[in-house]
């Protein structure tokens, strides 16, 4: 009988030389008259350990990494494929304490399956929640999903429920459900992972959206940076389509919802819905006005669900195990888990699923293990380019929505970078006005000039220039950003570079004690 | 046919196979950008009266998007990530490296053609910073040394 050898086909993992490795595997087990079968699955998510290959034996799956190709002949030597013993073996890949002690719901699959795999989908739990779906009324998809507590998980963290029940109450004759997989976050891969290493979640997500809301069509509107997500979207849309998951009559319901990716083109603000809705009718990504809100008149006009790759990915599990198992988890007013995603300078980088309610201390150094430098970490900056920077002493926030909005300081989209202590906080003040610069659409003045302003400002403030003025300018300047613009571009880009001002004022050039504005 | 015909002809072909997509657009300048590497300015009038559009209106979305390009880019496109992931793991040195080493800057190419450089905002490739792509190729974990290896193995097998 073959042995089954996994090798992630993850982006990521291909970066460190995967595809490499799995082509020495595949070439020394012909050598060598070795029968294997090699399946390229998503990645656990222990980037630090990619490419991790992993092979099934009688005990479970182990694992061993990280594996570059000069490493295959030697692990054939230590007869890996029967479970032998390598300088790169790890044990039994579940058992690693950084994937054991997470709560996995969405990312359930995600590095155990074959992501091309209908078959493997299906035989793991998937399509449950669909076949679930299939038998209820709208209204009951829509309670089931606002009972579960999900709140967005783009960032915004607006209950999904409440926004299905708008688009299911509002009469037309066509609606869309759109995901938003314009991941552009930096420190942010979980829906690249998901689309990478679970296509069909997503597939089936939002076709229980379109099922619940009387929506036929479907849109991913993915980002032209994720060329390895585009394939396998579109491979797994095929194969949905051909098994009658997809279509006008989804096994055999006589129910439509058809599902199509679009590709964006580089633009960071076409992640705001409005913009994303311009955008996918072949405009400018202007951001629009709201009202009226896109569940009431959204993409061509029409009612729409627009939501991130997460949420509708976490919707198969609420509809399978009911939105009361998803509840269970987390803390306060933030339900069930978040995939976080630890980048930047740790040692430990990757996908963390929990419940809410880890603080961020724990997830930097038990689940992190520090910063990769090995010197301390000063500023953990969490919720992409618009968040926070957090310093040490607020390493104790729970990763809670309220609990981090009571810090000025947001969890968004769950991604954590974190910066040693050779980071230069007026310069990643800087850089902040320099991204909202270069991304904004344009439509608000404090956005489209202010960052240009602020950029000059930050400028001086870094060369000592005027300090005295300066530094009440940029606050002055953050104010009205904050408060004139549209959306969160304009509207948070304040975040960071106030966060990094009062937190760490001495990059500035200035004493605490003069920041107490 | 002359080369302006090839690529009028190209441009025409995509352009009946996608417009009466809803929300064309996006997907036609994909399309002429995947086909030619950039959206020749003769072909926006095409575009435009296929979509009942102005051509400002076209070039207006070419241009809004970071992504689209009316001039051709080197051999090989370089999107080398700026994001603030990268620059937690040296991403600032290795932007000057990459400058140095391939004499241009941002939105350049070389004089003899072989690479543009452009930046990136974020490759979602956070857990293996700093990151690059060149063409569809995504790398991880870039070190000056990395960058240099893969650029001469790149341009030996040019």
Known sequence: ?517 | MTESGSTQSTVQEIIAALKDKPGALLPILHGIQDAMGYIPAESVPGIATALSLSRAEVHGVISFYHYFRDTPPGKQTIHLCRAESCQAMGGRQLEEHVKSKLGIDFHETTADGKFSLEPVYCLGNCACSPAMQIGKEIYGRVSADSFDAVINNTEASA
Request: with cysteine.
């Open chain 1, 1 to 517: 009988m073959s042995i089954t050898i996994y090798v992630p086909c993850d982006s990521s993992a291909v970066s460190l030389g995967a595809d490499r490795v799995a082509t020495a595997i595949a070439q020394e087990a012909e050598k060598r008259s070795i029968d294997i079968k090699l399946v390229r699955n998503g990645s656990r998510g222990m980037y630090w350990l990619e490419p991790l290959v992993e092979v099934a034996t009688s005990k479970g799956r182990l694992a061993y990494g990280p594996v570059q190709p000069g490493d295959v002949s030697g692990l054939f030597d230590a007869d890996f494929t029967q479970g032998g013993e390598h300088a790169l073996s790890l044990g039994i890949t579940e058992e690693l304490d950084y994937f054991k002690k997470q709560q996995r719901l969405t990312f359930a699959r995600i590095g155990k399956t074959d992501p091309a795999s209908l078959t493997d989908y299906v035989e793991n739990d998937g399509y449950r929640g669909l076949k679930n779906a299939l038998s209820m009324t709208q209204a009951q998809i829509v309670q089931a999903v606002t009972d579960s507590g999900l709140r967005g998980r783009g960032g915004a963290a607006f209950p999904t429920g409440i926004k299905w029940k708008t688009v299911l109450n509002t009469v037309s004759p066509q609606k869309y459900i759109i995901c938003n997989a314009d991941e552009g976050d930096s420190g942010t891969f979980s829906d690249r992972m998901v689309m990478e290493g679970d296509p069909f979640v997503l597939i089936e997500g939002m076709t229980i959206a379109g099922l619940a809301v009387d929506a036929t069509q479907g849109y991913i509107y993915l980002r032209i940076e994720y060329p390895h997500a585009f394939e396998v979207l579109n491979a797994a849309i095929a194969t949905a389509y051909q098994a009658g998951y997809l279509g006008d009559n989804i096994q055999g319901s006589g129910k439509t919802f058809n599902l199509e990716v679009r590709l964006g083109a580089g633009a960071y603000v076409c992640g705001e819905e409005t913009s994303l809705m311009e955008s996918l009718e072949g405009k400018r990504g202007l951001v629009r006005f709201k009202p009226p809100l896109p569940a009431i008149s959204g993409l061509f006009g029409q009612p729409t669900v627009v939501n991130n790759v997460i949420s509708l990915a976490s919707v198969p599990v609420i509809l399978d195990k009911g939105g009361d198992y998803y509840r269970d988890f987390g803390m306060g007013r933030s339900r069930g888990t978040l995939p976080v995603q630890l980048a930047g300078n740790i040692k430990r980088p990757g996908l963390v699923e929990l419940g809410f309610g880890l603080t961020l201390r724990e997830l930097l150094y038990d689940f992190g293990g520090g910063a990769a430098s090995g010197r301390p970490i000063r500023a953990v900056q969490v919720g992409g380019p618009l968040g926070a920077y957090l310093p040490d002493s607020q390493f104790d926030t729970p990763l809670d929505y309220e609990a981090f909005a009571a810090i000025w300081a947001v969890v968004g989209h769950g991604g954590i970078v974190v910066f040693d202590d050779t980071v230069n906080m007026a310069e990643m003040a800087r850089y902040s006005m320099e991204f909202c610069k270069i991304e904004s659409c344009g439509k608000c003045t404090p956005c489209r000039i202010g960052s240009t302003r602020g950029v000059e400002v930050m400028d001086d403030i870094i060369n000592g220039r005027n300090l005295d003025k300066n530094i009440p300018l940029l606050r002055d300047l953050c104010d009205t950003l904050l408060n004139g613009s549209l959306c969160a571009l304009g509207g948070m880009t304040p975040y960071p570079v106030l966060s990094a001002l009062n937190h760490f004022p001495e990059d500035f050039g200035i004493n605490a004690k003069a920041t107490a504005a």
